[in-house]
């Protein structure tokens, strides 16, 4: 299994970008799939995350600007930043939480991809 992270880059404040995250393999369900934001000098944090049933969680930093679509056909998901800030520069991960036919789960990371805000 792997996941495929894309859609870092530079964009100015207020403007937006969408990161998608692809899982690839042999998968039977994906039950959870997050994103994940690593600053300098910070420890890698929550952004937002969303299960299977569709329940979403995000970290309050980011609450009414991202938000997290997900396409179970397709095994992806995505992360729509709108109104971003200089803050909000860092590497994005995906991870997911994925099971094989054998009904074993294990947790998964994407590559990262840099995202930076200009002031």
């Known amino acids: 299994v792997q996941l495929q992270a894309s859609g870092g880059g530079l964009v100015q404040a207020g403007g937006s970008l969408r990161l998608s995250c692809a899982a690839s393999?042999?998968?039977?369900?994906?039950?959870?799939m997050g994103w994940y934001r690593q600053a300098p000098g910070n420890e890698r944090e929550l952004v937002a995350r969303?299960?299977?049933?569709?329940?979403?969680n995000y970290a309050a930093s980011v609450k009414g600007r991202f938000t997290i679509p997900r396409d179970n056909a397709n095994n992806t998901m995505y992360l729509q930043m709108n109104s971003l800030k200089p803050e909000d520069t860092a590497v994005y991960y995906c991870?997911?939480?994925?099971?094989?036919?054998?009904?074993?789960?294990?947790?998964?990371w994407g590559q990262g991809t840099l995202v930076t805000v200009s002031s």
């Open positions: 991870n997911a939480e994925i099971r094989n036919w054998a009904q074993k789960g294990y947790l998964y």
């Open positions: 393999g042999s998968i039977f369900d994906i039950d959870i």
């Open positions: 969303i299960f299977s049933g569709g329940v979403t």
